[in-house]
């Protein structure tokens, strides 16, 4: 199993005065009602600060494929450099189902997941046995595969221009019509409710007998394995759970650009998610959010300046993991436990 | 009916016979210790009886039912709990963490101990019972990896208890410990064997502990079963004197 945190002094420091629990948790709750509170308004102060409303939504929705991402890396402590693949499928679900087969937001959305669960499903049974950089490879192996197929299959995917020629339409419930195409205010709370309900579902999965022993995976599988924990049929479990919220951002993305990309499917965007997580702090719940934050942020200000903004965003990234190895989150856990 | 009935049993690395022909019953309720000098065996025994590693002949009886090829967890399922000579634990957990783990794992982690009450409450009592049993109440949430090898070790036996197994294999559990922390789990062992009749096969190097817990003790030498018998005909036996006690002493 990869631990890109390893080191053993660093941890003991950051966790060290042995947290009084009572407290602990009541921090926790705050923390929890400010990270949705500040989600809640996005849209009306990210635009004093100088943002708009899609980036917001951009921050949403790169924040559940981070946070998807995550709940493998960050709970189970397994790397996946090929959750681009899932994202991307969910993303091709649902622009080819609007643009060739239904006129409806949530049939493609439904197709995008289900073709997504169905490869994770069947690639996480073949490399579930592999572990730590190997597990890693074969993940961004599978990865481009998707890419090649989405890249040369030009008639049908668009090839290297993308699938476009499609627009999301508006949703609608029977009793009532959401107009996520004209109306950015209410697709940024169609993707926050997504986002709400993804991540309310993994923390809970997290809570539960079953999310600890992806917990007990990842610090030490000989010992979960000596405990009669089905270690691989559990990482496999997690993989899919992952690979499948991966999949609902990726279709909300596709959604938000009106445009299915192949990049989306390229291993590159998967190494993105992976710097999201460890950005903000892959052992902290949110710390994925923070992550894509300022992945983001970073992203549009720097891109608008200068070409190459990628190698900042590396740049960056290198002195987070030299530095501050639990990320911002864990470096801001430690002041305030301190 | 023996509870474990090891058969002959052989395991080779390349040229090296680690573990070479050895048989050894234990019935239900024993406590037997497994003795020898470093490299005699001893480990690699434990993990062809755990089912960390398979044995390249030879077969392995549990409880009548033949477990020689079958998974660890699935013999863990059937009974068969061991510690590690190197302590396995979930250091970045806090020591109820890791017995909570070892707990719902034997209850079947399952989606009743999450959603009802009472038996998220039977999960917490167990854990405390087993904190208290371990001499970790008052450690409890202190993260593993942060206490000492002593309580380390005592938090793996804990976990290791969690599973109730009918068959506890434990590898050196006063390895590295002081005198008061050897003690203290030669007491806990003692207790399980005399007023819980768990039966128990360890490993162990402090020939203390080794006399004074063991119903039975077998000798290991350079893979080979050396003598066999209880504590007293050991002591007295002329083979065991050469190879192995002589030299400690
Ligand atoms: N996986 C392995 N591959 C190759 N050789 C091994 C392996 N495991 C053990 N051995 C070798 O088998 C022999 C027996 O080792 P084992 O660990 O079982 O001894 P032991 O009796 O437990 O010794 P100690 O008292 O030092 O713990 C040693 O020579 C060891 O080097
Ligand atoms: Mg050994």
Redesign the interface.
């Known amino acids: 199993m990869v631990r890109l945190d390893k080191p053993a002094e660093e941890s003991a420091q950051s966790e060290a005065p042995a947290l009084p629990v009572p407290g602990f948790r009541i921090d926790k709750r705050a923390a929890d009602a400010i990270v949705w509170l500040l989600l809640l308004t996005m849209p009306f102060w990210l635009n004093w600060i100088g943002g708009y409303t899609q980036l917001g939504t951009r921050v949403v929705i790169l924040a559940l494929a981070a946070m998807s991402l995550n709940f493998l890396l960050g709970y189970t402590g397994v790397l996946s450099f090929g959750h681009a693949a899932y994202f991307g499928l969910g993303g091709y679900g649902v622009g080819l189902t609007l643009k060739y087969l239904v006129p409806n937001t949530l049939v493609g959305m439904g197709v995008g997941i289900v073709a997504a669960i169905v490869a994770a499903a069947i690639i996480g049974a073949l490399i579930v046995r592999l572990r730590g950089i190997y597990f890693a490879m074969v993940t961004i192996a599978f990865g481009q595969v998707f890419y090649f197929i989405a890249y040369r299959w030009n008639n049908v995917t668009g090839g290297d221009d993308g699938l476009s020629g499609w627009h999301r339409l508006p949703i609608n419930l029977g009793f009532t019509q959401i107009d996520i195409l004209h109306n950015k205010l209410a697709f940024y709370y169609v993707v926050l409710f997504c986002f709400a309900v993804s991540v309310g579902i993994m923390a809970l999965l997290l809570r539960s007998p079953f999310g600890r022993t992806l917990l007990a995976i990842r610090e030490n599988e000989r010992r979960a394995r000596f405990l009669g924990i089905p270690v691989d049929r559990h990482i496999w479990l997690s993989w899919l759970i992952s690979c499948t919220f991966c999949s609902l951002a990726g279709t909300l993305y596709a959604l938000l650009n009106n445009f299915s990309d192949p990049h989306d499917l390229h291993w590159e965007q998967s190494g993105n998610f992976v710097i999201m997580a460890v950005l903000g702090g892959m052992r902290s719940f949110w710390g994925p959010l923070i992550g894509a934050g300022i992945f983001i942020v970073l992203e549009d200000y720097i891109s608008s300046r200068t070409e190459n903004w990628e190698s900042f965003i590396g740049l960056f990234f290198v002195l987070v993991v030299l530095f501050f190895p639990r990320g911002v989150l864990g470096v801001i856990r430690r002041r305030t436990t301190q | 009916m023996s509870l474990l009935q090891v058969e002959n049993v052989s395991k080779r690395f390349g040229d090296l016979v680690a573990v070479d022909g050895v048989s050894m019953t234990v019935e239900t309720g024993e406590l037997r210790a497994v003795i020898g000098p470093n490299g005699a065996g001893k480990t690699t025994f434990f993990n062809l009886i ?1 089912g ?1 590693l398979t044995p390249s002949s030879g077969r392995i009886i549990f409880d009548g039912e033949d477990v020689t090829k079958l998974l ?2 699935w013999r ?2 059937r009974g068969i ?2 510690t ?1 000579q190197i302590t ?6 806090t020591t109820r ?1 890791n017995l ?3 707990v ?3 209850s079947g ?2 989606l009743k ?2 959603l009802s009450r009472d038996a998220d409450g039977e999960v917490r009592a167990r854990v405390t019972d087993l904190l208290d049993m371990g001499g970790l109440a008052d450690k409890a ?3 593993v ?2 206490m000492s090898h002593g309580d380390q070790r005592a938090t ?1 036996i804990m ?1 290791a208890l969690a ?1 109730k197994p009918r068959l506890l294999l434990l590898d050196e559990p006063t390895a590295g410990m002081g005198d008061q922390e050897t003690y203290d789990i030669t007491q806990l062992i003692r207790k399980l064997h005399r007023d819980q009749n768990q039966t128990i096969v360890l490993i162990e190097h402090d020939m203390r502990v080794v006399f004074h817990l063991a119903d039975r003790i077998m000798v290991l030498a350079e893979g080979a079963m050396l003598a066999e018998g209880t504590p007293n005909e050991i002591a007295k036996d002329d083979a065991v004197q050469a190879a192995y006690l002589g030299k400690a002493a």
């Open positions: 755990s960390f660890p967890a863990v399922w709990a061991r590690f396995e634990v979930f250091p970045e957990l963490e909570r783990i070892a719902e794992v034997a982690y399952r101990t999450w949430d202190r993260l990896g942060e793996e976990m599973l």
